[in-house]
């Protein structure tokens, strides 16, 4: 069985991601996490043959944070790196709203940081996925990374 995790703060996008994956993928084991710490303590604990992830997250989860919990803008980057520093063995996708990320004079496109992401963190990272609410070509792209994974015996 496939293990997947999604990692993704925004309610309604984390449901539509889930809502569609589980349905076009009923056999695979699909949890979520709501940041950063969250996702890594998840990507430990039951290592995901694939890992949904935003760009942009918070440190913390809403319900655990306890006051100040800015949104970390290249936090899916870190979140990569601390997955090359734990070791975890996995492929990852980001999907993102977002076509820009930082602010000048670090302002970078998805296509941008899409290369960056794919020279810095091959070969566990797959590649981006730009999201829109009202489209439903990134349904597509996220089937085509999942069909990428070897399939495991069932």
């Known amino acids: 069985m496939t293990q997947v995790l999604l990692v993704e703060d925004d309610e309604n996008k984390r449901s539509r991601i889930t809502d569609y994956y589980c349905e076009r993928f009923p056999r695979d084991a699909f949890t979520?996490?709501?940041?950063?710490?969250?996702?890594?303590?998840?990507?430990?604990?039951?290592?995901?043959?694939?890992?949904?992830?935003?760009?942009?997250?918070?440190?913390?989860?809403?319900?655990?944070?306890?006051?100040?919990?800015?949104?970390?803008?290249?936090?899916?980057?870190?979140?990569?790196?601390?997955?090359?520093?734990?070791?975890?063995?996995?492929?990852v996708v980001i999907v993102t709203q977002f076509e820009t990320f930082g602010s000048p004079p670090n302002l970078v496109n998805l296509s941008g940081l899409d290369d960056e992401l794919r020279r810095e963190f091959d070969p566990v990272y797959l590649g981006s996925i730009y999201y829109h609410a009202s489209k439903a070509s990134w349904q597509a792209e996220l089937s085509m990374y999942r069909e990428t994974l070897k399939p495991e015996s069932e």
Not at 32 to 48: C, F, Q, S
């Open 32 to 91: 979520y996490a709501d940041a950063m710490v969250t996702g890594l303590r998840a990507a430990r604990e039951i290592r995901p043959d694939l890992i949904i992830l935003d760009m942009t997250l918070p440190n913390y989860s809403i319900s655990a944070a306890q006051g100040y919990n800015p949104m970390r803008p290249f936090g899916g980057r870190d979140f990569l790196r601390q997955l090359l520093r734990l070791d975890l063995v996995t492929k």
